[in-house]
C-alpha cells in the first residue's frame, strides 16, 4: 500500500536565465543535487524524529537519482528521484520530481520544484502521523530549494555584486533570493 504526498515549492531568484540554467547544468555534474538531497532528507528525519519519536528515524536516504538538464529557449528541467530505505532495506518512500527553471524578466528566474512523495505504509511508516509526515516533507523540501537557490546565486568563486543579493523568505509568498 503506499500514500502520495505532493510537495512543491518556488524561489523567484535574482539571477538571469541564462546565468541560472547554465549554472543548474554545472551543479548537476559536480554533485550539488546529490549533496543538497542528502543534506535535506537528513533534516528533515531529524526533525520528525524530533516531533513523531524514533520510528521517524528508521529510514535513510539511500539513492539520488539525477537526470541530465533538458532544456529550450524559455525553461530547463531536471528530473530527479530520491528513494529511502526502511531499517529492514524495504523502500520507505521515493520522491519523484521536476526541478525547473524558467524567465521572469531579465534579471528574474524562477526556481520550481513540483513532485510526490510515495510513502510505503509498511511498518516502519504505520507509526508516523500522515499531518506531521506532511510537514516534514514540506520542510525538506524547502531546504532542498533553498540550497539549490544558493548555488545558484551565490557560484563559488562568481564575482560582481549582481548576483550577491541576500537571501529573503517570507511564508504564504513567493521567495526571492
Not at 82 to 87: G, K
Not at 92 to 102: G, R, W, Y
Not at 115 to 123: I, K, N, S
Not at 134 to 150: D, E, G, L, Q, V
Amino acid at each position: 500500500m503506499t500514500d502520495h504526498i505532493f510537495v512543491g515549492d518556488r524561489v523567484l531568484l535574482d539571477v538571469s536565465f541564462r546565468a541560472a540554467r547554465a549554472r543548474l547544468g554545472i551543479l548537476a555534474g559536480d554533485g550539488v543535487l546529490l549533496r543538497a538531497s542528502e543534506v535535506a532528507y537528513g533534516e528533515g528525519i531529524t526533525g520528525m524524529v524530533e516531533a513523531a519519536g524514533p520510528a521517524a528515524g528508521l529510514s535513510r536516504l539511500a539513492g539520488v537519482c539525477v537526470e541530465d538538464l533538458a532544456d529550450a529557449y524559455d525553461y530547463a528541467r531536471i528530473a530527479l528521484r530520491w528513494d529511502a530505505i526502511a531499517a529492514d532495506g524495504a523502500l520507505f518512500a521515493a520522491l519523484n520530481a521536476d526541478l525547473m527553471l524558467t524567465p521572469a524578466g531579465e534579471q528574474i528566474t524562477v526556481l520550481a520544484l513540483a513532485g510526490a512523495y510515495q510513502r510505503q505504509l509498511g511498518r516502519a511508516g504505520a507509526e508516523l502521523d500522515g499531518v506531521i509526515v506532511c510537514r516534514f516533507a514540506a520542510a525538506t523540501i524547502r531546504s532542498f530549494m533553498a540550497r539549490i537557490a544558493c548555488a545558484l546565486v551565490h557560484p563559488a568563486g562568481a564575482a560582481g555584486p549582481a548576483d550577491r543579493s541576500p537571501p529573503r523568505r517570507s511564508l504564504g509568498e513567493e521567495k526571492k533570493l
